[in-house]
């Protein structure tokens, strides 16, 4: 497991490009046959995928403390990629592309299995601590309660999914959804807010090989940017902004954690404040 610490945002000015890619982006998640988890001091959110060739056990390590990986924690599973199957605690969740899954604290045994072992399933996971526990619930697509936002003159004509929230699965504070970009849209999250009571981590997929996201971050009136590739995730503390345009419309998962579950709480950031 990857330890990321945590960043103060007046060091965070001082930051070169190389040094901000090492610090907020995270790459390489999916790997067949292997489990890839980053654990990041915000919060204590740990952003992972799985990828099976052959059936992979979600093991506990020495940075949690725990005898495993759920002893007390939650945590909310997305498959991007072929169909595929997640076993918790012997009862089988089978996960189609885009679907999401839930699990409660106190569940021990995690394991993740493809349909297809040669074209595998690809598991993206957010995990935050938990002092209370909730039933494991499969969320599809077709089931997310959905806000259509933006319009075409601003290229911003997205939907967002809620999978994990007070009114969609229950969670202790872990809520996660999926946005989705229409063809021709390609800013996320503009104009955009910081919400200084929860950390959050976007994880860009549907990107074409050839195509790019430039993350915007940082607090406002001193941003950054991060040029993203497909399948990757970038870690927003509490303090930055967190918004993009892309090359082409994509998809991305978010996941928060922290003081409240509340999705509307947001410091809104004006155009004129950004620089």
């Known amino acids: 497991m990857e330890i990321r610490n ?13 040094k901000t890619r090492q610090e907020f982006l995270i790459q390489r998640l999916f790997t067949p046959g292997e489990t890839r988890l980053v654990y990041s001091h915000f919060d204590r959110m740990i952003v992972g995928g799985a990828c099976p060739d052959k059936d992979l056990k979600l093991e506990a390590s020495k940075e949690i403390g725990a005898n495993f990986f759920l ?24 996960l189609e592309t885009r679907d999401g899954l839930y699990v409660g604290m106190g569940s021990k045994e995690v394991i993740f299995s493809s349909e297809d072992h040669l074209h595998p399933a690809r598991f993206y996971l957010n995990s935050s601590p938990a002092h209370a526990k909730y039933p ?17 003159s601003e290229s911003n004509v997205r939907t967002i999914n809620k999978y994990i929230h ?3 699965a229950k969670s202790c504070q872990l809520v996660m959804g999926m946005t989705l970009l229409e063809p021709g849209s390609v800013w996320n999250s503009m104009p955009c807010h910081t919400h200084e009571r929860r950390m959050e981590v976007y994880f860009y997929c549907n990107l074409p090989d050839n195509a790019v ?27 930055s902004i967190h918004s993009g345009a892309g090359t082409s419309n ?13 999705f509307t709480d947001m410091d809104a950031v004006t155009m004129g404040r950004l620089r």
């Open 6 to 18: 945590p960043v103060h945002p007046q060091d965070f000015k001082s930051y070169t490009t190389e």
């Open 71 to 94: 002893e007390r924690r939650e945590m909310g599973i997305v498959n991007v990629g072929p169909k595929g199957t997640v076993s918790v605690d012997g009862e089988k969740y089978v």
């Open 136 to 152: 494991t619930m499969k969320i599809g697509l077709k089931d997310a309660e959905k806000t259509h936002l933006g319009s075409p």
């Open 166 to 168: 007070p009114n969609g």
């Open 213 to 239: 996201v430039f993350h915007l971050m940082g607090e406002p009136e001193e941003t950054r940017h991060i040029v993203v590739r497909n399948e990757e995730a970038v870690i927003s503390p509490s303090w």
């Open 250 to 262: 994509y998809a991305f998962i978010w996941g928060m954690i922290g003081e409240n579950q509340t």
